[in-house]
């Protein structure tokens, strides 16, 4: 069982900027795909950023430009920086692990961590 522990949220003004982290616990991360998503209450959650373990990236519209999904494999971790932050990212985020015989928004996931950004 792969846990998976988010930290790096908060409240931060538009315009600013904020690194999520995630936390594994297995040295198979290596080998799986790795992204980031987020919610909004009342709504579905989204893919906000996907990285594979060739290192092929695939962004949302709406971050593209601002935000960069990261890994570092040897410490097992998922980053994400996220800069020129604007209301409308303000979203509980999740980190995912999931397999290539995986589609999105499977997989493992973390327990979410709030990003709040005002105008």
């Known amino acids: 069982q792969m846990r998976l522990v988010e930290s790096g949220g908060g409240l931060v003004q538009a315009g600013g900027s904020l690194r999520l982290s995630c936390a594994t616990s297995?040295?198979?991360?290596?080998?799986?795909?790795v992204g980031w998503y987020r919610q909004v209450s009342g709504k579905q959650r989204e893919l906000v950023a996907e990285?594979?373990?060739?290192?092929?990236?695939d962004y949302a519209d709406s971050v593209k430009g601002r935000f960069t999904i990261s890994r570092d494999n040897a410490k097992n971790m998922l980053y994400l920086q996220m800069n020129s932050l604007k209301p409308e990212d303000t979203a509980i985020y999740f980190c995912?692990?999931?397999?290539?015989?995986?589609?999105?928004?499977?997989?493992?996931w973390g327990q979410g961590t709030q990003v709040t950004v005002s105008s």
């Open positions: 995912n692990v999931r397999s290539r015989l995986q589609t999105r928004n499977t997989g493992y």
């Open positions: 990285l594979t373990p060739e290192g092929n990236t």
């Open positions: 297995t040295i198979v991360f290596r080998f799986n795909i």
